[in-house]
């Protein structure tokens, strides 16, 4: 269990109220927001200080008196995060070039994540039944944060995590990507060339079966540009 999770009821909605805040609060303006006495804020503020999820500091006001405590989150702003790591993406992506050896390393990529992301070779199981292999993409889709919706007999991605409005992945990303869902479909002999990607989705991106060259169904995935 994280030390998060055994933070009490109150102090989560105080720490919530500092993250949620661009600059440093003090008690009485977290106070102010929960509805609560500067008093109980300022002790549980003064737990998630020692307890490391909370900084404190000082800031001169030109006036009388002691100035007021500040409290600032210690963890970091969710889209630097986000950002520092596209940037990671796209130098992995320009250090593999062009070409198709390029593509082939990439796929390689994707496929080698799939197989390090727990339950994704395995048969797909859904609350104890088998489904089929697109609707067992959905929950990594999810997670991914690409807003899966199924329409019909087609998966389709409503957001793509990796564009941003100054930020869209290098190709080579987005087959890394093409890899690791051609693994999830179809682990089984020949079933990871039977993937196709198109670009240009109408609507997102868009995971679909395609008409079948053998008895099992071909899939047919289709990229588009999403924000």
Same mark, same amino acid.
């Given at each position: &269990? +994280? ?21 440093? &609060? ?5 106070? +102010?927001?929960?509805?609560? !006495? !500067?008093?109980?804020? $300022?002790? !549980? ?9 909370? @900084?404190?500091?000082?800031? *001169? ?9 500040? /409290? ?5 702003? *969710? ?5 520092? /790591? ?8 320009? @250090? ?18 799939? =197989? ?18 697109? @609707?067992?993409? #959905? ?11 199924? +329409? ?11 564009? @941003? ?10 087959? &890394? !990507? ?8 179809? *682990?089984?002999?020949?079933? /990871?060339? $039977? #993937? ?10 868009? #995971? ?6 053998? =008895? ?12």
């Amino acid at each position: &269990m +994280s030390a998060r999770a055994n933070l009490s009821a109150a102090r989560r909605r105080v720490l919530e109220v500092v993250e949620a805040s661009n600059d440093a &609060m003090t008690a009485v303006q977290v106070a +102010s927001a929960l509805n609560l !006495h !500067h008093n109980t804020v $300022r002790e !549980h503020l003064d737990a998630l200080v020692d307890a490391g999820f909370v @900084t404190v500091s000082t800031k *001169p006001t030109g006036k009388r008196g002691r100035p007021a405590l500040r /409290y600032a989150s210690t963890a970091p702003d *969710p889209q630097q995060m986000v950002d520092a /790591y596209l940037l990671l993406l796209d130098a992995i992506a320009d @250090t593999l070039g062009e070409g198709e050896d390029a593509r082939a390393t990439a796929l390689e990529i994707g496929r080698r994540w799939a =197989e390090l992301t727990p339950g994704t070779v395995a048969e797909p199981v859904v609350d104890g039944e088998e489904v089929d292999r697109v @609707t067992a993409l #959905i929950p990594y889709l999810a997670v991914m944060g690409f807003a899966p919706e199924v +329409s019909g007999d087609t998966v389709v991605l409503r957001s793509c995590p990796l564009v @941003t409005r100054n930020h869209r992945p290098r190709d080579l990303v987005c087959t &890394m !990507h093409e890899g690791f869902l051609r693994a999830v479909v179809g *682990p089984g002999p020949g079933a /990871y060339e $039977r #993937i196709k990607f198109l670009p240009n989705g109408p609507d997102g991106c868009q #995971i679909s079966p395609a008409e079948p060259a053998q =008895e099992e169904p071909e899939l047919k995935i289709v990229r588009a540009d999403v924000a």
